[in-house]
DNA sequence: TGCTTGACAGAAG
DNA sequence: CCTTCTGCCAAGC
């Protein structure tokens, strides 16, 4: 039972793309959103780790508030430790473990 | 063509 | 809460 869409043409990894950066530019200030959410929302719920790839790599994607975007625990980006001085910046609150505290900022468009 | 790498997710112990 | 493991899938080599 393939629960999960077929692999990606190169137009549809474009338009994913698009999608993704789009998806990222509506994160209100001080709310964060998952790698999961925004793979699903573009349409391609298997794709949570093309989100990652995405951001890291696209030229521009810089320019987008990609620091509110967490994996599915809360976690900051590996390697990014200044991220969570950006999310603090705007009121985003951790927890003793280190992690966004998701149920007070975790954002998901209605 | 086949194996390895991840800004991931979720379950198990 | 943390570690480990499996599933996932485009990219790189």
């Not at 794709?47 to 951001?55: D, K």
Request: net charge positive.
């Amino acid at each position: 039972m393939k629960d999960y869409p077929d692999k990606m043409t190169r137009e549809q990894a474009r338009r994913f793309g698009d999608d993704v950066l789009n998806i990222v530019g509506q994160i209100p200030r001080g709310r964060v959103t998952t790698y999961g959410i925004i793979a699903a929302l573009a349409g391609w719920p298997s794709h949570a780790r093309m989100v990652g790839r995405t951001l890291r790599y696209t030229p521009g994607a810089e320019a987008m508030p990609c620091h509110r975007v967490v994996n599915s625990v809360g976690r900051t980006a590996p390697g990014w430790a200044f991220q969570r001085t950006l999310l603090e910046r705007e009121g985003v609150t951790f927890r003793p473990n280190g992690h966004v505290d998701m149920s007070r900022h975790l954002w998901q468009p209605q």
